[in-house]
């Protein structure tokens, strides 16, 4: 594109429009040819989504003029290329992640689900308000992504594609308007108490009445500010939930506020009456302080979970075709591009080693710190760190797609289903507003009727005292707390809700291969019929399975050379999950797997098998497949067996079964089961009322996880099972569950204690306030002291 050419499109600019139309893109001033791609450009720009310019591949379409009349900025959104990065396809649906501008509390998250679930074509709304996130699937054939945002904007809040750089600056941004606004507070605050102060305690001596009315003057001039600037944060929120039909924490607070500053200034006026000006400025500036803090804890636990993509770098290694190697960024790379990755350097992307040996860190994923060794077939994922060696990796992801990705959308995901005590939490919090005005309205009635002078100032008090900011902390910022601790432990969690079934769980059933042992198997015994030719049945065995990802299979292909082609074509492979593998050779139907699925009598056989392998139903050899316990099976059955029943359901021989659970804390072990079999235990289970938790690594556990309570896809699972999973390990350590389980008891703990401490207050609060014995002040200091207490209380989980 030469310098005549326009930026937007690549047409050539006019040389009457030369210089005319033009904006800042990457830093630098770009010509346009016309008004409507001047337009198109700035719309990108503005709404964080330069990035397009850098990683297209070709220029955009002529814009036209008319655009300037009635573009909408948010249309930009709906253009497919722009969509490419940030857009995810879930079948007939899509999702996106989006960061959110406006968020002050759990109200407006509450407000923002609501809304949004009553626009049609939008099938789940998730909002993460610690995180200041959602996560939104719809229909693009009955909404576009401009009109979601056009909806968010409608309610007061801005929502962008969320990405980790921009969502820190937003962080930042909000933290920059806090601060300006708290430090108004606090200053004016410190001001306004010294005056009022020296007047409720008579420091000044006695003054006059002019004199009195001048500091009451300067008190109002310094208290101005704070109420509408500092204070406008509520206000905000207040007008959102009334324009939306219903009422939020901010609609008492914007109550008092304003009713305590015009009483104020009337009686300022009047020269007669009470002013509460030091009770405005405190009130504001310390549930600005809540906030603030309740700001900064939620952004220190969204870092642990939400930040993991900063460490994937933004350059990589290109290996071309040709052999010759060039730097380039690593969005740009795709599925099947070859990068180089040199000792000390990180794996810029998720893929399979072809070329190298070298120990990588994956801590960052799985919480373990020890190296761990890639080789030829390995697979990498972006952000782990490879420490000695140089590996040639082919790319199996776009960036978008990588692991560390997934996992972000994973947590956003998790929080869309909510425990029944955040439910109850969130209802009860929007009911107590509403009695809170109701109880409100009485207490002024009644006081006013009783001639009481104090009326106003009683009615302000129940307003400050009970507002539930507090409550509607109490589920949310423990649950978030909980994420991130599990999250740096190498815990996955699709849903936030299976914490709660966790704590119910009596009954773990647990697989045996993969999941009790390390899956890596050894062929320990084998058995030929007579007459055949054991070098030619055992290539038989290794075409068959260098054709499966079961584990079992890398017993018969150890000796093979890496990335060598098997000895025999196999044609019309398939496989029974739970059974074994067919496939046909040279024209003859071979089966090989477990002695029910091949149909052979076991008596036949003088070993104790667990591998058999017929050609055209006629038994050609068999053999024993050992397996050997992970390292810490023993220890972590130990500490599980403490509270649950243990019960291993597996597909392996029931001697094999046997055999390795005779040493384990395991309450019953059965073996030879199908899929289907494995599922119907499970039910028995849950008919006769146990809450069981299943644990399992293989395409054969899906049927069973999907169906337990709680389902645990266990360090190198399947992509089926960890579909099927609420909970994913992404380390090999099966101590990772019991930290697990005592993670979910302190998050229900905690919550418990949330909850109970946000009502207890303002029950015991209430009779005190309706009563009048609770000034306006005092009222300030208890609800704010709430918040802080609540908050606090959740973050001790990131420390334990």
């Known amino acids: 594109m030469s310098q005549h050419d326009c930026y937007h499109c690549g047409l050539p600019i006019a040389s009457s429009d030369q210089g005319q139309f033009n904006t800042v893109i990457l830093g630098q001033t770009r010509d346009m040819c016309c008004p409507g791609c001047l337009a198109v450009s700035e719309a990108i720009v503005n709404n964080g989504l330069e990035d397009y310019y850098q990683f297209r591949t070709e220029p955009a379409k002529k814009s036209d003029n008319s655009i300037l009349d009635t573009i909408d900025k948010l249309n930009v959104y709906d253009d497919p290329s722009l969509q490419e990065e940030f857009v995810y396809d879930e079948g007939q649906h899509k999702q996106i992640q989006l960061t959110l501008e406006g968020i002050t509390c759990a109200a407006c998250g509450w407000l923002i689900e609501k809304q949004l679930s009553k626009v049609e074509g939008i099938k789940q709304v998730a909002v993460n308000v610690q995180e200041r996130r959602a996560l939104i699937t719809w229909s693009p054939l009955e909404i576009k992504l401009s009109q979601i945002l056009t909806t968010l904007k409608r309610i007061g809040y801005v929502g962008s594609p969320f990405h980790p750089d921009e969502h820190e600056a937003s962080y930042k941004r909000e933290q920059k308007t806090f601060l300006k606004k708290l430090g108004l507070a606090g200053i004016m605050t410190m001001q306004v108490m010294m005056l009022m102060t020296g007047l409720y305690f008579d420091w000044f001596g006695a003054i006059e009445l002019e004199t009195r009315q001048y500091f009451y003057w300067v008190a109002l001039t310094l208290t101005t500010p704070v109420v509408l600037y500092s204070g406008s944060t509520f206000y905000i929120g207040a007008v959102k939930a009334l324009s939306a039909k219903t009422v939020n924490m901010d609609v008492p607070v914007t109550l008092a506020v304003f009713g305590t500053y015009f009483a104020g200034i009337r009686s300022t006026l009047q020269e007669q009456g009470e002013v509460y000006f030091e009770s405005i400025c405190m009130f504001i500036f310390l549930l600005l302080l809540s906030r603030f803090l309740e700001h900064r804890s939620r952004h220190r636990a969204a870092q642990i979970s939400a930040n993991m993509m900063q460490y994937v770098p933004v350059s990589a290694t290109k290996v071309n075709s040709d052999g010759s190697i060039s730097e380039c960024l690593a969005k740009q790379l795709a599925v099947g591009d070859v990068v180089l990755v040199k000792p000390g350097e990180t ?13 990588v860190d994956e801590s960052m994923l799985t919480g373990e710190f020890n190296p761990v060794a890639k080789s030829e077939k390995s697979t990498v994922y972006g952000g782990t760190v490879c420490q000695d060696g140089t590996l040639t990796v082919t790319v199996s992801q776009t960036l978008k797609n990588a692991l560390v990705n997934q996992i972000v959308r994973l947590q956003a995901s998790a929080m869309a289903s909510k425990p029944k005590a955040a439910q109850l939490a969130d209802n009860f919090s929007r009911y107590f507003v509403s009695a809170v005005l109701v109880i409100a309205g009485l207490t002024y009635g009644y006081w006013s009727l ?23 902390l109490a589920t949310p910022s423990a649950l978030t707390c909980a994420m991130a601790k599990l999250n740096r432990q190498g815990i996955l969690l699709k849903r936030a809700d299976a914490l709660e079934q966790i704590t119910t769980i009596d009954t773990i059933a647990l697989d045996k291969t993969g999941t009790l042992t390390e899956g890596k198997f050894t062929l320990t015994q084998r058995w030929f019929a007579d007459g055949v030719d054991e070098n030619g049945v055992m290539n038989i065995a290794m075409a068959l399975e260098m054709r499966s990802e079961h584990p079992i299979a890398k017993a018969f292909i150890t000796k093979s050379e890496p990335g060598s082609q098997p000895p025999h074509q196999v044609e019309q492979f398939t496989v029974t999950p739970g059974g074994g593998i067919t496939g046909v050779i040279n024209n003859a139907q071979f089966m090989m797997g477990s002695a029910s699925f091949v149909e052979v009598d076991t008596a036949l056989v003088p070993i104790n098998a667990n591998v058999y392998l017929t050609v055209n139903g006629k038994l050609l050899g068999a053999f024993e497949v050992s397996d050997t316990l992970r390292k810490d099976t023993k220890t972590t059955l130990n500490a599980l067996g403490k509270h649950n029943s243990l019960i291993v359901l597996s597909g392996d021989t029931q001697h094999n079964v046997d055999t390795l659970s005779q040493h384990l804390p395991i309450q019953l072990a059965k073996g030879g089961l199908t899929p289907e079999d494995k599922f119907h235990e499970v039910q028995a289970m849950q008919a006769s009322g146990k809450k069981v938790m299943m644990m399992g690594d293989g395409i054969n556990d899906a049927p069973v996880l999907a169906s337990a309570d709680v389902a645990i896809a266990v360090g190198n699972a399947t992509d089926v099972a960890k579909t099927a999973a609420d909970v994913i390990l992404l380390g090999d350590q ?22 109970g401490w946000s009502v207890g207050y303002n029950i015991l609060i209430l009779p005190f ?32």
């Open 450 to 472: 009783q001639g009481s002078e104090d009326a106003f100032w009683i009615t302000i008090s129940v307003l400050v005292a009970t507002c539930p900011c507090a409550l509607g």
């Open 734 to 755: 099966l101590l990772s569950v019991p930290e697990l389980i005592t993670t979910a008891k302190q998050v229900k703990q905690k919550i418990r204690q949330n909850i």
């Open 769 to 800: 306030a309706v009563s009048g014995l609770l000034s306006p002040w005092m009222a300030v200091v208890g609800m704010s002291l709430s918040s802080i207490i609540v908050v606090t209380n959740s973050t001790r989980l990131l420390s334990k």
């Open 347 to 359: 794996v810029p992307i998720d893929g399979t080693v072809v070329d190298g040996v070298a120990s």
